[in-house]
């Protein structure tokens, strides 16, 4: 895992993406991933090997009423094949020091559905509490 890189997406870098990103059967086409990193309070990270993108993570940086912010990981995925390698944990750990660097966030949350065990044991290395049980139904 030598060649192991994680950069922040951007509409500066964003040439760098050559064709769609597909993790967990979703297609991220580079126009929706340019529309999406054009609000400086998105975020994409992505992992690559070799310039082969290998892992993905994007979130939100949410603005609360008393001015504070907190970063929202909504989804990190690493393609099969590069999984239980630490992969997910050296994007974590990138992320999280990306985060901290920028000095507009006073801390993020996740969330995880309780069976992805895989999912849960990441983000408790991470976490230093579980605070909230989620309640969500469509719309």
Not at 82 to 95: A, F, N, P, R, S
């Amino acid at each position: 895992m030598d060649n192991l890189k994680f950069k922040r997406l951007t509409l500066n870098n964003i040439d760098m993406i050559k064709e769609p990103i597909i993790i967990d059967d979703i297609t991220y086409t580079i126009e929706m991933i340019k529309k999406f990193i054009q609000s400086e309070e998105n975020y994409i990270f992505i992992g690559t090997i070799n310039n082969k993108i290998i892992a993905f993570l994007y979130g939100y940086s949410l603005a609360r009423p008393d001015g504070k912010n907190m970063f929202y990981i909504h989804s990190v995925d690493v393609i099969p094949g590069y999984q239980e390698k630490g992969i997910g944990t050296k994007l974590m750990d990138y992320v999280i020091d990306f985060i901290k660097s920028e000095n507009k966030c006073y801390k993020f949350w996740v969330l995880a559905d309780t069976d992805n065990v895989r999912a849960c044991n990441l983000y408790k290395k991470y976490g230093d509490k579980i605070e909230q049980n989620l309640f969500s139904g469509a719309l």
